[in-house]
């Protein structure tokens, strides 16, 4: 499967960029073709910079994890309430907090009023994940939107509020460094110069500590902006090293022993089987649930796994096998997805799996939290107590010379 870039026209006139997987140029146009669309220009590749330059500039456009959630908990509160889709979705679009939500159910609203479905229409303007948009066109055809848009909102709210979670954890860590950086830079370029007469003439006789501290304080006046380029260069360097092919074929390949690379495969393995789930209970087939899966899921490497997966599924091959093979998921979760595929409820095993492994990975990151904090305050308390006995152990120093 190639992604493919069409510019395609509605039948109101208007034009737009679309995306779609599709085995060759000839499937995708005919996929526009089918939605209605009259396909006039399709790529395929990396896209240059003419082509990003010609693209249309959207403001506001987007929405957030939470705003995802809020519209979809919204909307399918209004639907399964008995509204029709346009009704609901002018309901939202008045109530609506932002510019940019207005617009984009202003845009879904025209769009179904002039005969599209909610899934294209939402998906015209990718404010929503694929996953999103494929468990909403399916539903559609199966007449379970309304309890579609509800597991939709569920699982949109328990991302959003997992995010949250791990946001206000890593503030107050986040906030000791900054104000460690800053005591740190107040001290050596404000209160230790102060002392630096004093100590003038001591030479051999001042404490190391205290010329340590000293010399600190040096460097940090005369060359602070070339110690900031040196502490910034390495990481930049180190950046664009690991985004070339070849530092992420290093990383694919080394990627089990890098630190934190398990915490990282546990939660994407159980974001995946979340996204699985949610896709499955709703009509999904497999075959389609993988390609939609894997849009959503941020990591490079594991995408080029799901797409090996993908075509071991379509070769005939299980579920539980094709993410066996790829090593992707952990092998007590391949265990119960092999069982939910031999008793028929394939989509609540996945659905289990993926709590089991999203329980362990925040137990892991509130371990993980819960140890920094005290880190943070002890490394601060430090390093505040290196400078000051180093100034106050020269002055000591001076006055042992003086008597």
């Known amino acids: 499967m190639t992604l493919y870039r069409c510019l395609v026209v509605s039948s109101e006139g208007t034009s737009t960029w679309r995306e779609v997987d599709a085995p060759g140029e000839a499937a995708a146009a005919a996929h526009?073709?089918?939605?209605?669309?009259?396909?006039?220009?399709?790529?395929?590749?990396?896209?240059?910079?003419?082509?990003?330059?010609?693209?249309p500039v959207r403001i506001g456009g987007g929405l957030g994890l939470g705003e995802q959630a809020l519209v979809l908990t919204q909307l399918a509160l209004l639907i399964r309430s008995g509204l029709p889709v346009d009704r609901s979705l002018d309901l939202l679009r008045e109530q609506a907090p932002r510019a940019g939500q207005r617009e984009l159910l202003n845009e879904a609203l025209g769009r179904v009023r002039a005969g599209d479905s909610l899934a294209t229409a939402l998906e015209a303007r990718k404010a929503f994940p694929a996953?999103?948009?494929?468990?909403?066109?399916?539903?559609?055809?199966?007449?379970r939107l309304g309890d579609a848009l509800h597991s939709l909102a569920e699982r949109m709210t328990l991302a959003a509020a997992?995010?949250?979670?791990?946001?206000?954890?890593?503030?107050?860590p986040a906030a000791i460094l900054l104000a460690t950086f800053v005591a740190l830079f107040l001290v050596l370029t404000q209160v230790v110069p102060q002392f630096e007469p004093v100590f003038a003439g001591g030479g051999d006789r001042l404490p190391k500590l205290t010329k340590l501290v000293l010399a600190l304080s040096?460097?940090?006046?005369?060359?602070?902006?070339?110690?900031?380029?040196t502490a910034i260069m390495p990481v930049l360097i180190?950046?664009?090293?690991?985004?070339?092919?070849?530092?992420?074929?290093?990383?694919?390949?080394?990627?089990?022993?890098?630190p934190g690379s398990g915490l990282r495969d546990q939660h994407l393995a159980g974001q995946l089987l979340g996204l699985l789930a949610t896709l499955l209970s709703n009509g999904v087939p497999v075959v389609g649930a993988?390609?939609?899966?894997?849009?959503?899921?941020?990591?490079?490497?594991?995408?080029?796994?799901?797409?090996?997966?993908?075509?071991?599924?379509?070769e005939g091959a299980s579920l539980s096998r094709a993410l066996s093979a790829?090593?992707?998921?952990?092998?007590?979760?391949?265990?119960?997805?092999e069982v939910g595929e031999r008793s028929g409820r394939l989509a609540e095993t996945c659905e289990q799996a993926s709590l089991v492994l999203?329980?362990?990975?925040?137990?892991?990151?509130?371990?993980?939290v819960t140890l920094v904090n005290p880190i943070a305050i002890v490394s601060l308390g430090g390093l505040v107590a290196m400078l000051v006995g180093g100034v106050m152990l020269g002055i000591f120093a001076m006055g042992d010379f003086a008597g």
């Open 32 to 55: 526009f073709s089918a939605a209605g669309f009259v396909p006039i220009d399709i790529r395929s590749g990396r896209m240059g910079l003419s082509e990003r330059l010609n693209r």
């Open 290 to 314: 993988l390609p939609l899966a894997r849009g959503a899921i941020g990591s490079q490497t594991w995408r080029a796994h799901l797409a090996e997966a993908e075509r071991r599924v379509r």
């Open 131 to 143: 996953f999103v948009v494929g468990v909403i066109r399916s539903a559609e055809r199966s007449g």
């Open 218 to 229: 040096g460097a940090v006046n005369g060359h602070v902006f070339a110690l900031l380029l």
């Open 326 to 337: 790829a090593d992707l998921v952990p092998r007590t979760a391949i265990r119960l997805i």
């Open 238 to 258: 180190a950046w664009l090293l690991l985004r070339s092919a070849g530092g992420k074929a290093v990383v694919a390949r080394y990627r089990r022993r890098l």
């Open 162 to 172: 997992t995010r949250r979670q791990l946001i206000t954890a890593l503030t107050y």
């Open 358 to 368: 999203g329980a362990a990975a925040r137990a892991r990151i509130e371990r993980i």
